[in-house]
């Protein structure tokens, strides 16, 4: 298995930028495709980013395309999440999470992904 741990959250006005990361322990980093979530206060967890490996592809969230970039380092067992021109509606508990290579083709699920971090809060103010 593999424990993910967040980083990097905290408060910063709308048109701010902030870097999530997310450094996973355990078992190779490189047998697993990880993915990040968010949840707002009242909302269910949603899809933001997932990396598929080894090819690195990434896909987004409409909501986040064109402003949220995620990046992997296998060297250092780490993802990243840098956000950009961030908005009030980004506001949210951002998760990590990880899924073995292969299986489902569903990546945007969070029944899809075993693991997953504590969480981390970013706040947009306003």
């Known amino acids: 298995q593999v424990q993910p741990v967040e980083s990097g959250g905290g408060l910063v006005q709308a048109g701010g930028s902030l870097r999530l990361s997310c450094a996973a322990s355990?078992?190779?980093?490189?047998?697993?495709?990880m993915a990040w979530f968010r949840q707002a206060p009242g909302k269910e967890r949603e899809f933001v980013a997932v990396?598929?490996?080894?090819?690195?592809?990434?896909d987004y969230a409409d909501s986040v395309k064109g402003r949220f970039t995620m990046s992997r380092d296998n060297a250092k067992s780490t993802v990243y999440l840098q956000m950009n021109s961030l908005k009030p509606e980004d506001t949210a508990v951002y998760y990590c999470?990880?899924?073995?290579?292969?299986?489902?083709?569903?990546?945007?699920?969070?029944?899809?992904?075993?693991?997953w971090g504590q969480g981390t809060q970013v706040t947009v103010s306003s």
């Open positions: 999470a990880a899924r073995l290579l292969g299986g489902s083709n569903n990546f945007y699920s969070t029944s899809e992904y075993s693991y």
């Open positions: 355990g078992r190779t980093f490189s047998y697993f495709t």
């Open positions: 990396m598929w490996w080894p090819s690195g592809t990434t």
